[in-house]
């Protein structure tokens, strides 16, 4: 038998061995030995905590043995995630946004936050796991990023992240007041969300059975969701719209929980932006995109339109208004903020990918000299839902899952071209 | 049949005939008849404890059976990813599937050619048996590793390993059979009984008598 504070301890060391356990195996990036490093950190802290207490003080074991649990768990998700498991191109290229999203730009000294990325067994297990409310134990704030492993090379869907990374950036505490302020609570104004009682009567209208607790809690998770799809949409661009409209039109549009808004509402909230940030019309007027856009954009507008009133919770003034605040936001961190490539490069993926070739090529000119362009992984996305909307006369449009596998073979041949360029930019073209 | 200089190479990178990407260091990766392959970032080890031996009569046997041919097929290797920076063991005397860095689609009037770069091969590093490229081909290529010297030999994801040289077809019109590798986005295993069974089944009647 254990006394309470001997077993603890013998948990602590259980803990320390599943961590020396991840060394075993090649992870997805440069990151995993500061996440090592910052694991072991938290539980020596955890594990000298337990030194202090005696037997009786029950409360404080109680609270230690759950931080403990915490740590076992994201542990867990460290030891399993291995590069194989997920498109570690798009991962790694999701990582470099998250980072810079996530990071403090205004205290230099403050370690830069740690994304970990892991696969998990459900169907459609997007998330991003983030830490709240342990300040005194953390000296890096760990998150963790979670693809289904079922869909591991279907990039196209991998956009939906966008929204979770949202949730990671309003948790960042830097960040959190001024996303609340300038965004979520502009957005929200004028609405029934605005308002508890206006809210609980507007879930009557619209029949709900959610239990009065419940609608609380709706009350206050539902804005958060829908800045998040905004978040999204500017962060990932118009592939956004493709993954939301695969992973949430399957299931019931109208459905109440207290966790999220009907997602008639959410694609009532984001076909407004998108008619904003007139995508639409920036593509449709190129000739060989005409098509394609449109049908594109009309499978998201036309839903839109059927919303009934009822679920259209917001005001669109303020949707505008959240929107314009957001993209201030975002073009505050470099790269962060997805900008609409141009319509004659589009077009060129779209081309390639209908020829069954990756979007992206070396391109020869009319001296022969070879030139690489930096194509943004956002808008190989963007090519590969419009080629998915193709209907091209001479070339069968390529199956899903090939599209999906040939847009991340161009996102892994940018890197490579990424990441020679910035060799050559750093030795200034001087080889050996 | 000619070979291919680079000069008609480009032209028809050019013309969109033909696509290789990327080519990321112009200077040094195009040389006047060939162009070089970089390594991908995916190894199919051959797993010693996979199967006994190999034996093209299991391709037949298993073709009705879904799951024994799955599990032949994915047992006889071991998958690995890797990104940049990471590396590479080739032990002496092993054999490893990898792909190229490159995709390529061939015109279906010319065929490509792979061999090892002399550099690697000196150091014992053998990367092709089966260097023919069918015209038309696209997808990655893959390349059979096999180290001939004594010690391990270290590569990377990236790396110059093999080049590929391009050749024009005569009479290329009727050429229009797909590969059984076609599309491939990585390496696998090919089906070494198909097209061959009359000799196979033979073999085993004449065992069972």
Redesign the interface.
């Known amino acids: 038998m254990f006394a309470a504070r001997e077993y603890r301890i013998q948990e602590c060391e259980n803990v320390r061995d599943l961590l020396r356990n991840t060394l075993r195996y090649?992870y997805?990036?440069?990151s995993s030995k500061s996440v090592y490093i910052e694991c072991l950190a938290r539980l020596r802290l955890i594990e000298d905590a337990f030194g202090i207490l005696e037997d009786d003080e029950e409360d404080e074991l109680q609270e230690l043995s759950n931080q403990l649990s915490e740590l076992s768990e994201l542990i867990g998700r460290v030891e399993r995630s291995r590069?194989?498991e997920f498109s570690?191109p798009f991962a790694?290229a999701l990582q470099n946004l998250a980072v810079k999203i996530c990071a403090d730009h205004k205290d230099p000294t403050s370690p830069p936050p740690l994304f970990f990325i892991s696969a998990d067994d459900e169907l459609t297990s997007y998330r991003i796991i983030t830490e709240q409310g342990k300040a005194g134990l953390i000296s890096s704030p760990l998150f963790s990023i979670i693809f289904p492993r079922s869909l591991k090379n279907f990039v196209l869907l991998h956009p939906i992240l966008g929204h979770e990374l949202g949730h990671a950036a309003i948790s960042a505490p830097q960040h959190t007041l001024l996303l609340e302020q300038n965004v979520l609570r502009p957005l929200v104004a004028k609405s029934p969300l605005n308002d508890l009682i206006r809210f609980k009567k507007w879930l009557d209208r619209v029949n709900s059975n959610l239990d009065l607790d419940l609608r609380t809690e709706a009350s206050l998770s539902w804005p958060e969701e829908l800045y998040c799809d905004l978040f999204g949409l500017l962060l990932m661009g118009p592939s956004y719209v493709g993954a939301t409209n695969s992973l949430l039109r399957p299931f019931k549009t109208r459905s109440i929980s207290e966790s999220h808004p009907p997602s008639a509402t959410r694609f009532w909230v984001i076909a407004h932006a998108v008619n904003q940030l007139g995508w639409r019309e920036f593509y449709a007027k190129h000739k060989k995109l005409k098509q394609p856009a449109n049908k594109y954009f009309d499978s998201l507008t036309n839903f839109a339109n059927q919303v009934p009133r009822k679920f259209r919770l917001l005001n669109t003034s303020q949707i505008e208004i959240a929107l314009n605040e957001l993209q201030l936001f975002l073009q505050t961190v470099p790269s962060a903020l997805f900008e609409a490539p141009d319509p004659e490069l589009v077009a060129t993926m779209v081309s390639?990918l209908l020829?069954?070739?990756?979007p992206?090529?070396?391109e020869?000119?009319?001296k022969?000299?070879?030139r690489?362009r930096i194509v943004d992984f956002r808008s190989i996305l963007f090519a590969g839902w419009l080629t998915w909307m193709s209907t091209d006369a001479k070339n069968p449009v390529p199956t899903f899952i090939?599209l999906n596998?040939l847009c991340q073979?161009g996102i892994?041949?940018q890197?490579?071209?990424d990441?020679?360029s910035a060799f050559k930019e750093k030795n200034n073209d001087v080889r050996p | 049949m000619s070979v291919l200089s680079s000069?008609a190479i480009?032209?028809l990178?050019?013309r969109g005939e033909l696509?290789?990407?990327?080519?990321?260091?112009?200077k040094e990766q195009i040389g006047p008849i060939s162009i070089d392959l970089?390594l991908g970032?995916v190894a199919l080890f051959v797993r010693a404890a996979g199967s006994s031996h190999v034996d093209p009569r299991s391709y037949i046997d298993n073709r009705s059976d879904e799951r024994e041919r799955e599990k032949d097929q994915r047992q006889k290797f071991a998958?690995?990813?890797?990104?940049?920076?990471?590396r590479l063991l080739l032990h002496p005397g092993s054999l490893t599937l990898v792909p190229t860095?490159e995709?390529v689609?061939l015109p279906k009037a010319v065929k490509g050619v792979v061999t090892a770069r002399s550099s690697w091969a000196r150091e014992g590093l053998n990367i092709a048996t089966a260097s023919f490229i069918n015209p038309g081909y696209?997808g990655i290529i893959t390349l059979e590793l096999a180290n001939l010297g004594h010690i391990p030999i270290a590569l990377y994801p990236?790396v110059r390993i093999a080049q590929i040289a391009f050749y024009e077809v005569e009479d290329p019109a009727d050429i229009d059979q797909k590969s059984q590798f076609d599309?491939s986005?990585e390496p696998r295993g090919g089906n070494i009984g198909s097209h061959d069974e009359p000799f196979l089944e033979m073999e085993r009647r004449r065992n069972r008598i």
């Open positions: 090649a997805s990036s440069d590069i194989e570690w790694l390639r020829t069954t070739c990756p992206v090529a070396s020869v000119s009319s022969l000299t070879i690489n090939n596998r073979r892994l041949q890197s490579a071209v990441k020679w | 000069r480009l032209k990178m050019r696509y290789l990407s990327p080519i990321l260091d112009p970089r970032h998958r690995s990813e890797f990104t940049f920076g990471e860095l995709w689609k696209n990236g599309m986005f």
